[in-house]
């Protein structure tokens, strides 16, 4: 399985960005896919997923700028970013999992689902 994500880049704060991320291999029938970032010293968290019955779930932080959407019959899953501010700076992650998809992974728990290498997103102010 290939996880790979694009569309990262940097942006003055208010812009906005779309990210891709494109599923390629045998994967899970009843698999999910999301996107996550990491602090550093953390693990991964959660900034969008898409769940089993289609539904959206976004962190607090990102609800009402971000959507997240997918197009199954190609295994891509996308991250439209609005009003992006300098928080928001961090790699991007794209993970597919068994359903549903965790709303965060310690170091040890990455191995365990597929992910991408990342896109990096710089905001500045």
């Known amino acids: 399985v290939q996880v790979v994500e694009s569309g990262g880049g940097s942006v003055q704060s208010g812009g906005s960005l779309r990210l891709s991320c494109v599923v390629s291999?045998?994967?899970?029938?009843?698999?999910?896919m999301g996107w996550f970032r990491q602090d550093p010293g953390k693990g991964r968290a959660l900034v969008a997923r898409?769940?089993?019955?289609?539904?959206?779930k976004y962190a607090d932080s990102v609800k009402g700028r971000f959507t997240i959407s997918q197009d199954s019959a190609t295994k891509t899953l996308f991250l439209q970013m609005n009003n992006l501010n300098p928080e928001d700076t961090n790699m991007y992650y794209c993970?597919?999992?068994?359903?549903?998809?965790?709303?965060?992974?310690?170091?040890?728990?990455?191995?365990?689902?597929?992910w991408g290498q990342g896109t990096q997103v710089t905001v500045s102010s």
């Open positions: 993970v597919t999992d068994l359903c549903p998809v965790s709303s965060y992974y310690s170091e040890s728990e990455l191995r365990a689902a597929y």
């Open positions: 898409i769940d089993r019955d289609g539904s959206a």
């Open positions: 291999g045998d994967i899970y029938v009843d698999y999910c």
